[in-house]
């Protein structure tokens, strides 16, 4: 039987990263550094938390937007890291920071219309997109030897009267790249008069080596501006199978975004969001051990890369990932491939993460600093020999 599907839904392609990492299932002595988490299980306060919510009989349907202990430790979050007050109707608990994505753009994007997105970047916001009927427009960086330049020109020529939002992941997946303030400013100014939402993606604001926290938009925004701002518990606090995140939502679409969580999910597992709460409120000793641990990581993977021969890498103070290039590596994906095959290390191809990154691969750090360092020296010898 044939059944018609929709096209843009048919068309939908697997991840270039999913790809090179499902070789690796079968190779048990793999070293991957392909996805986009650390090596470490959710901490046990955290799992403690989640346990007794869900033996004293925390089963039931829930608030659609998290429980209220949920978002009030959220608005307490924000306070202490930026100094800013976010009122409890503009905070939803979402399932996972990808369901934040999907909600946005449902919320945003009909048949047609696009969303300009700063790339290289984590591709899954290109399929949310694509599934509503939107197109992902790339305004691609340019990667330099002290970091990636976003040309804010480009970026602004790229939107049109079909322009309903601009993404942008700061800090960067894959990038690590941080936005400079007073681009933020420029972003943000645009957005509000062009009337153009802009969805802030602020994953990994705490996975930042030289400060506490990256710089967010809600330190400068307005809450009645047209910003979306994403965040989840996957990346701070390991827990990327919990599936929860949050968003900070513009004034006003309080209503709009607890239909379409009712839609969507009909509201996340309370049980979850107590281990989220313990998360939030007890998690800063783990997350600066944490943080600390990624540094030595960065540290140690940068200095290695940087003396190979063939290898150039694009430092970063931020995210839990580094972009490189080898001379002469060919096609990313196969040489990803051969990589695992050969070399028994997993790299991400650059080709997954849009316009700009096609010449890099991506690997994630987020590991113990003796597992990079046996990473590193099989490179190294696969470099050697290739
Ligand atoms: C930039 C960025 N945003 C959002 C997400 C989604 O995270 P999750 O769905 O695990 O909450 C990721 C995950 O890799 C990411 O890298």
New binding site residues.
Partial sequence: MTLNIRPDIAELEESKIVEVWRMGFDIPDVIGMWV??GDLPTPRFICDAAARALAAGDTFYTHKRGIPELRQALIDYHRDLYGVEIADSRIAITS??????MLIVQTLVSAGDNIVCVTP??P??FAAIQIQGGIARHVPMTGTDHGWELDLDRLFAACDDRTRAVYL?SP??PTGWMMPEQQRRAVLDFARSRGIALIA?E??NRLIYDRRVAPSFLEIARPDDPLFV?N????TWAM?GW???WIVLPEGLTDQVDRLIEFNTSGGQSFLQAGCVAAIREGEPWVKWMVERCKRGRDLVLARLSAMNRVSVIPADASFYLMLRVEEMGDPVEFCKRLVREARIGLAPGTAFGAGGESYLRLCYAQGEERLDEAMDRLESFLRQN
């Fill in positions: 986009g988490q996972s920071g990808m369901n934040a994505m970047v984590w899954n916001i992941a960067g997946n993606d994953v990994y994403v989840s518990f996957s990346k990327t599936r929860v995140g």
